[in-house]
């Protein structure tokens, strides 16, 4: 029986984005086929010696038939020489920056020619695979399957309770607008707090959570703009207070911004407050569109417009988007045992294109 090897340079116990996909995808792939998965869970400054370990654990232990699933597009470089070593089938994830990365030296090696030398590559997004075939690599190479979300985590009983929230008293009753995420300037949390918040009613108090780089300018523009009784900066959170905030939240807000070189490849924050049932408003813009159901998870509305986010903010009223209808539509687009289902379909796709045996990765 074929094996599927999972390789994930980026796993928990480290935090992000990709490391929570790669823990998510690998254990509902498990459920269904025979996978060995080689994890970094240390960090970036572990990424050569785990590089080189996982070198060697696939050159000796791969059998014909095997096949290997890189987690994103940094590991291109090993699956390209794995590739070619043994002869087996290598499909890369990429999720967005790891196709516009900009780097001279990684768009002519990695995109130029590791990725495309790959035997198929997964999109996370259009968006993201669109920017794949801006670069060069042929569409024919790339399928889309998006990111998927554990609703049953996010909407189990007890869980996601007010007092959980940490939010100071006096927030009561107010209208919660949520932001989490790493602040990073394409996330455009300063743009919202600089020309959105002001405009919006007194009742509404944007809540952020997360840090990163942009974390000290959003704190100086809310000082700058007297808004520290509208906006409120948490830092970094736990799961716990997370899930409590999806769930008690009105409204998600996702208010990216065009970065040059950095694109929001999906957005898996937005399909975890739909599953919560917590509608989102979104920039129409990049991934965010296969991420966010216009009209049905969320409303998509013009980047970088203030006058489109706060004439919407205004006007916004619960009966816009039932929250019902909104978290039924996440599980059904989004929810993992369908999305493992289509990662599957599209490793067998990429196997039987090459001439190789496909059927025994079956659900």
């Known amino acids: 029986m074929a094996r599927l090897f999972f390789v994930s340079r980026a796993f928990p116990p ?10 998510q995808l690998s254990d509902w792939l498990a459920r269904s086929t025979d996978l060995v998965l080689l994890a970094n869970r240390k960090g970036k400054k572990a990424l050569p010696f785990f590089a080189l370990k996982a070198f060697f654990l696939l050159l000796f232990r791969l059998r014909r038939g095997d096949v290997v699933v890189l ?7 090993l699956g390209w020489l794995i590739r070619r070593l043994r002869r087996v089938s290598v499909v890369g994830i990429v999720h967005g920056l790891d196709v516009t990365y900009a780097s001279r030296l990684y768009q002519a090696l990695w995109v130029g020619r590791f990725l495309p030398g790959l035997s198929g590559l997964i999109a996370v997004s259009q968006a993201t695979r ?4 801006s670069q060069g ?13 554990d609703v049953e985590a996010l909407t189990r009983p007890g869980a996601g309770l007010p007092a959980e929230c940490g939010l100071p008293a006096p927030l009561a009753g107010r209208v919660l607008l949520l932001t989490i995420g790493r602040m990073v300037r394409r996330k455009g949390v300063a743009w919202f707090v600089e020309r959105v918040v002001p405009g919006l009613p007194a009742g509404m108090v944007y809540v952020v959570a997360g840090d990163g780089p942009e974390s000290g300018r959003v704190a100086a523009l809310v000082a700058e703009k007297g808004l520290g009784d509208r906006v409120l900066l948490l830092g970094r959170i736990g799961e716990e207070q997370k899930v409590a905030l999806l ?3 009105a409204l998600f807000i996702q208010p990216n911004i065009v970065v040059e070189a950095d694109v929001e490849g999906f957005g898996i924050s937005v399909i975890e407050a739909s599953a919560c049932g917590t ?17 049905e998870t969320g409303v998509r509305l013009p980047a970088e417009d203030a006058d489109a986010w706060i004439n919407y903010l205004n006007a916004w009223t619960p009966a816009a988007l039932p929250r019902e209808r909104v978290a039924t539509a996440t599980a059904q687009a989004f929810s993992w045992p ?4 289509r990662y599957l379909e599209a490793i067998r796709t990429v196997v039987r294109r090459e001439g190789r045996q496909a059927e025994s990765l079956s659900l």
């Open 130 to 133: 669109d920017e794949a075939m």
């Open 247 to 249: 769930r008690q939240a």
């Open 14 to 23: 480290v935090l992000g984005g990709i490391e929570n996909h790669n823990h």
């Open 338 to 341: 369908s999305v493992a289902q």
């Open 71 to 77: 987690g994103d597009g940094v590991l291109a470089p």
């Open 137 to 149: 690599i042929p569409g024919e190479l790339v399928q889309v399957v998006p990111n998927g979300v």
């Open 279 to 295: 509608p989102v408003v979104a920039a129409d813009l990049q991934g965010l569109r296969d991420s966010v159901l216009d009209g």
